[in-house]
């Protein structure tokens, strides 16, 4: 007899719908934003309008004045350590002898309603030295301005040296490329909900971020409390893409909360939403590849600067991903590669989904077609011609051992088939300028460009990011307990998936996200699948083992002829001994399991050295109308074949593909925080612009499924890649489109038509 | 202190008990500076109640639209069809819900160049018609609007309603913008036809500190052609007075875009729309 | 509290609330969300231009955040709170949830809101009137696609039930 095998619903492979969806189309789940609490104060931070100023005296009295305010706090009020930071602790909590960019916190109020907190702000007197801002990357790096802060102005330079350092190519591209700054621009603007233990001996926070644990250490420290007295609970999240890495108001409202003694609401309104998070780094870079006429490429030059802005969050490990990422995915022997994070008195710069990749893979992308055109050869050829395999080496002389499809995934892209051409019958708002109606349809012009991206997976370094779940069976019924912070991806889709496929039950619960159990890491370099999804699989195995063990000896079985085998405990003949949920009745396991990934090493002052932790690859084909006399431009369609893995989740994973890509997109086109002289002139919707659903183009996805050896479920990250590639292929089609040779994102229309 | 009134001469007389009372439509310009801390309101003149401002009529080829229409009506319909250019410029204005709410009085109240249906109200040679304590006065619009968020209206008056020709010849809009929705305008234009007139005028918007009306490229027009007919217009015609209008702009850079560009950008529409002018 | 105090009625989802001492600055938004618990509409630009604060006024689709509360009296609102009775859910919940068209989900309040409106006004819109219609909703995670999903089977669906 074999056991009946049924196809299970809501398992690893499967669409499984979302658990937190009904609230969401209610309007009930509850963001940071929305929490509340019996006698709670609203917060409210006084910045700084100057891009670099000296502090020469704060004045608060009027603001304690103002009827409703119930307290004013500065630097001089921050108990713990006065500064902050992911990597160095370099960013005051509260601005003291000077501010570095605009937009620093400076003063904190707690008052009774945000009008009031805005009047409190505008009665307090800063008296400010105004100081020249350093705005200038190539000052930090030649050290001709005294340092603006006393870490110095030059945040990291990694060089990478490989090969022959002489090598010239019969044939040698050059070009320079910029980005600007671009912003994470999630919808859910910072919150969170302080509450106070009586006495202020800890407090509770409720806080949208990426990494509780982290957020906490650095918190403690601040608040000059033991770590286990602060505890953080995940608050609804309305988005990240790494601007909650870094913490924003987390230190501020626990400081009012504990000086008021009352709970203590912030939130930032979408302006100071710009100024109260890092942004993704704009970059400066100079390449020039050597290949042999036949298209081959031998050798990478490349000068990377990114501008890291005031503070150096995680600057250091952005470069670190830029520079080791130039080759692109292609095979590379020989390298000189010197890269620069430097500090100015721009906005503070930090993770950015892509983090350091995105700015190398539009200066690479440019490239290869360069040599393509230089050799005469396709773009698709040129890339498949060097692209990458398992066990090639980036310029670091790290091996990749993971799967490396690259050639497969340019290949499947290059066989979804192109949209159909504009016709006299295509509406108006699917062409350039759309209810503008500023185009003549006979000139408009069709362009394809394509980019392939190579993206680490995981920390690198050296970083240990584990990840922590404990997994609970009773009575027939899961629970999970992790600290990953869920900001939009679906991680509490996917855990119960794990779940359900491990132990055969299909009741899964998941209980409250917070500092309860060991850390997650942070919800960022495309990790949670790998990480938090291998610490649920542990934590689920240990418990199915235990299960197992239980029934064997209640039977008088041998346990290691028994698995678990849908939704039955069977043996090795395939019968069903009993089912899990029989099994479990009136009975509890529960195990905790710490997942960690393979040890990484670190780089020498060569550059060399095994630093990444596993890679991902993905392909991006875009196709662009442009109208050519005014510069406007339709994405019209992005076809993409991404190296996976594995598919967990079809459903969530095309929502990460179409996400990422409409970012990427809007990178290209129209994403950019213009900075002045360290001023920001658009902080806003108005003037920043994101893709809107007239934006967005036809998306056409396939998934290369190589399992890979070393992700305990298969299955790789998705998040970032999308977002990768993804942006040269746009500007490489408007290049095609128009033949201007463009070297800037975002595009604007006068760089297209002027 | 809220003020509803039902009728305009309620609402005139409330600005003169309370002439400091902020006067509000649909909101989508007065309440984004009262969200940003710009403005504190202390007293409220609402004019949601009054049903006149939210309809509009012709007569004697004259069409009336209240002041406080919103543009979602004016994007089809009878209007439209009466004034496709304006239900043009009125598609583009902000997005769905803005067009839900937002209004001509609103745009004239702001005055910002870059209000996306002032060039059409500039081309058709728009009346305003507002209403003070005395009765009535009526405003030719590019008296009206005289500076970068500056006109002529005095306390205790009220924009009540805009006037605009039924025009048989040619009109159209057009906007350039970085997005193809919800975008501020870098460039936009109107031109309207008039072959009884055997004119043709075009208005310009955000490339100058008011609405410009490219008069002298519009007299150098009508000497170089008959414009009795739209069909006497030429290729080459089109691109001179392109030309010819961008000369006429006045644009500045700002972090929206730059000067050169946006003379560049409004050469190209207005010498498009005459094309099609010609081609209608 | 020292800001100058308004008091009024408003009509929400067809029920009367009353708002007592509120400044006379606030926007739907914030008193729906901090005075009448209905935190469904949410905000993230102060300037209408997301859409995460859509709301029904008077049977059209407008931002709250541009609505001065104390001014908006006479008028019929409807929140998201009123879509599917608040219990069940209406056919273009369920289609989101099905579709995939939700991520973090702040934006899907506004969405929600904007897709029942459209097909109240325009049962069976084109892919285009579709496009033009959420075009002043933002989202930031799912790049659109899964919501046209979920437009196009909220439309297949109401079609095929009234066949």
Not at chain 1, 154 to 173: M, S, T
Not at chain 1, 409 to 421: D, G, H, V, W
Not at chain 1, 690 to 717: H, N, Q, S
Not at chain 2, 167 to 189: D, E, L
Request: with cysteine; aromatic share 4%; net charge negative.
């Amino acid at each position: 007899m074999s056991v009946k095998t049924r196809t299970r619903r809501d398992v690893l492979g499967t669409s499984a719908l979302r658990p937190d969806a009904v609230p969401k189309v209610q309007g009930k789940f509850a963001f940071s934003s929305d929490l509340w609490a019996e006698n709670m104060l609203w917060g409210a931070t006084l910045r700084s309008p100057h891009a670099y100023a000296r502090i020469v005296s704060i004045d608060t009295t009027p603001a304690w004045k103002i009827d409703g305010v119930e307290c004013v706090l500065t630097h001089e009020d921050v108990p713990g350590k006065p500064t902050y930071g992911l990597i160095a602790s370099d960013q005051p909590v509260l601005a003291r002898d000077f501010v570095r960019h605009m937009g620093e916190p400076v003063v904190l109020v707690a008052a009774d309603h945000p009008e009031t907190c805005r009047r409190a702000l505008a009665a307090i007197k800063v008296e400010y030295e105004v100081l020249e801002p350093l705005v200038n990357p190539e000052k930090s790096i030649d050290l001709s301005v005294p340092p603006i802060h006393p870490d110095g102005n030059l945040i990291r330079r990694q060089q990478i040296i490989r090969g022959d350092q002489n090598l010239v190519g019969e044939v040698v591209v050059e070009g320079n490329y910029e980005l600007g700054m671009q912003d994470q621009a999630f919808l859910g603007t910072e919150a969170a909900l302080a509450l106070p233990d009586p006495g202020g001996t800890g407090v509770e926070l409720y806080v949208a971020t990426q990494w509780l644990h982290e957020d906490r250490g650095q918190i403690a420290a601040c608040l000059n409390l033991p770590e286990e007295k602060v505890r953080l609970v995940l608050g609804g999240v309305g988005g990240a893409f790494g601007a909650r890495e870094d913490i924003s108001l987390q230190v501020h409202s626990c400081l009012l909360a504990l000086r008021t003694s009352r709970p203590v609401k912030m939130q930032y309104s979408r302006q100071e939403s710009f100024f109260g998070h890092v942004h993704r780094h704009p970059a400066q870079i100079w390449m020039r590849h050597h290949a042999t006429k036949d298209g081959r490429l031998l050798r990478v030059e490349a000068r990377v600067v990114m501008d890291g802005g005031a503070y150096a969050s995680t600057s250091s490990a952005v470069l670190i991903n830029a520079v080791t990422h130039v080759q692109g995915p292609y095979k590379c022997e020989h390298a000189t590669v010197d890269g620069y994070a430097v500090r100015t008195n721009n906005p503070p710069c930090g993770a950015m989904r892509g983090f350091g990749v995105v700015q190398a893979c539009f200066a690479h992308e440019g490239q290869m077609d360069k040599l393509a055109a230089a050799c005469g050869i396709s773009p698709v050829d040129i890339r498949l011609i060097n692209a990458m395999e398992t066990g090639d080496r980036l310029i670091t002389g790290q091996p990749i051992l993971n799967s490396a499809p690259v050639a497969q995934c340019i290949r499947e892209t290059a066989e979804i088939p192109m949209p159909p051409n504009m016709t006299n019958e295509t509406d108006v708002l699917a062409i350039p300028g759309g209810s503008g109606l500023t185009a003549t349809p006979s000139k408009i012009r069709r362009g394809v460009g394509w980019g392939v991206s190579i993206k680490n997976l995981m920390y690198s370094e050296g970083f240990d990011d584990f990840s922590t779940a404990r997994c609970t069976v009773e009575d027939g019924r899961v629970s999970l307990k992790f600290a990953t912070s869920e900001v939009g991806q679906g991680f509490v889709t996917l855990a119960p998936q794990i779940a359900r496929t491990v132990l055969g039950l299909d009741e899964v619960f998941i209980e409250t996200i917070d500092t309860g159990i060991g850390s997650a890491g942070s919800t960022s370099a495309s990790r949670q699948t790998w990480m938090s999804g291998g610490a649920v699989n542990g934590a689920c195995k240990l418990v199915a083992i235990n299960i197992v063990a239980d029934v064997a000896k209640r039977r008088g079985l041998d346990p290691s002829t028994l698995q678990i085998q849908g939704t039955d405990i069977v043996d090795l003949t395939g019968n069903a001994v009993e089912s899990v949920i029989s099994a479990t009745k009136d009975k509890r396991f529960s195990e905790t399991y710490e997942f960690h990934h393979q040890p990484t090493g670190e780089l020498d002052e060569n550059g060399q050295g095994d630093c990444h932790t596993a890679f991902a690859f993905v392909a991006h084909r875009a196709v662009v109308d442009v109208d050519p006399e005014l510069g406007l431009v339709k994405v019209v369609q992005i076809a993409t074949a991404q190296d996976v893995g594995r598919v967990l989740n079809p459903l969530s994973l095309l929502g990460q593909v179409e996400g990422g890509i409409a970012q990427g997109l809007g990178l290209a086109v129209m994403e950019e925080i213009i900075v002045e002289n360290g001023r920001v002139r658009n902080p806003s919707f108005t003037d920043y612009l994101l893709p809107t659903a007239l934006d967005a183009p036809d998306v056409i996805a396939r998934y290369v499924e190589v399992p890979d050896p070393y992700a305990p479920l298969g299955a790789k990250g998705v998040g970032e890649p999308p977002c990768i590639s993804v942006t040269p292929a746009i500007v490489a089609a408007i290049r095609d489109a128009t033949g201007v040779d463009l070297q800037r994102v975002p595009v604007r229309p006068q760089d297209i038509c002027l | 202190m809220i003020h509803s009134p039902r009728s305009i001469s309620d609402a005139v007389q409330v600005l003169q008990v309370d002439p400091d009372a902020q006067i509000l439509s649909g909101g989508t310009d007065f309440m984004v500076e009262v969200n940003f801390g710009h403005r504190a309101p202390k007293s409220i003149l609402s004019l949601r109640s009054i049903k006149e401002l939210r309809a509009w009529t012709q007569q004697d080829g004259m069409i009336r639209i209240g002041s406080a229409l919103p543009y979602a009506q004016m994007e089809t319909g009878a209007l439209a069809k009466l004034l496709p250019a304006l239900a043009q410029a009125a598609r583009t204005v902000g997005s769905p819900q803005i067009r839900a709410a937002g209004t001509l009085g609103g745009n004239l109240g702001t005055s910002s160049p870059a209000g996306d249906s002032l060039p059409v109200l500039y081309a058709l040679d728009a009346t305003i018609i507002i209403a003070t304590s005395t009765g009535e006065r009526r405003v030719a619009v590019k008296d009206f609007m005289v500076g970068p968020k500056r006109n002529s209206l005095a306390k205790g008056e009220i924009i009540t309603a805009v006037e605009l020709p039924a025009i048989t010849g040619y009109q159209g809009y057009s906007k350039v913008g970085v997005r193809n929705a919800m975008v501020i305008s870098i460039a936009s234009a109107c031109l309207v036809h008039d072959p009884l007139e055997r004119s043709v005028r075009v208005a310009m918007g955000t490339v100058g500190p008011t609405i410009i009306r490219a008069s002298e490229t519009e007299q150098w027009l009508a000497a170089e052609c008959d414009l009795s007919s739209a069909s006497n217009i030429t290729q080459a015609i089109c691109t001179e007075f392109g030309r010819r209008c961008g000369e006429e702009s006045r644009p500045i850079t700002d972090h929206r875009s730059t000067a050169e560009y946006r003379r560049h950008a409004v050469s190209v529409i207005t010498s498009r729309l005459l094309e099609r002018c010609a081609a209608s | 509290m020292s800001l100058e105090n308004q008091s009024y009625t408003l009509s929400v989802n067809n029920k009367s609330h009353e708002v007592q001492d509120a400044w006379i600055g606030e926007s739907l938004l914030y008193v729906l969300r901090e005075r009448l618990g209905m935190p469904g509409a949410k905000g993230a630009c102060e300037q209408g231009e997301c859409g995460s604060c859509t709301v029904l006024l008077d049977g059209e689709a407008v931002c709250s955040c541009l609505v001065l509360a104390a001014a908006a009296t006479e008028a019929d609102i409807r929140t998201v709170e009123s879509i599917g009775d608040g219990q069940t859910l209406s056919d273009v919940q369920q289609a989101f949830i099905e579709s995939g068209a939700v991520q973090c989900g702040f934006c899907t309040p506004g969405l929600i809101v904007a897709v029942e409106n459209l097909l109240t006004h325009n049962p069976q819109p084109t892919e285009m009137q579709v496009k033009e219609a959420l075009s002043g909703n933002i989202c930031r995670c799912t790049g659109y696609g899964r919501i046209f999903d979920a437009v196009s089977v909220a439309v297949a669906r109401r079609t095929g039930a009234s066949q």
